[in-house]
């Protein structure tokens, strides 16, 4: 049996993280907020590692190309986030990249794509009257 899907937040800024996961969390996405990075990689690894990972692209220890780099090995994919301009990056990043501040409706509809299908619920038994 896999894992069940959630969201990774990584954000130095503990205040922004608890923002974007109190939104993912508002519609209905299981979400978990970290500030370090070095603790990401260690739940990346961990045997119930999220679904779909959003990291703020700088960060003091780990950065967010570091992390979702190896979300990535793991077939985790994520979006990174930052305050500067995605345009003007010296390389390209291994995921799409969000400009902060965003919308939450563009959040949403990223995270959204990568939310795997909610699984059928199982048929009812059959229900049979003994008289």
Known sequence: MSSPWWVLVVDDDADVNALIVEMLRDEGFPAHGMTQ???AMA???SAS???FIIADMTMPDIGGVDLVGR???HGIQGVLI???DPRHLAIGPPAPVMRKPFEVDELIR???LHR???SPLPA???IRCIA
């Open 37 to 39: 990075g070095r603790a």
């Open 43 to 45: 739940v990346l690894d």
């Open 49 to 51: 590692p999220p679904g």
């Open 71 to 73: 979300a990535a090995r």
């Open 82 to 84: 930052t305050a500067a």
């Open 110 to 112: 990223v995270v959204s």
């Open 116 to 118: 795997p299908p909610a």
């Open 124 to 126: 009812p038994a059959e």
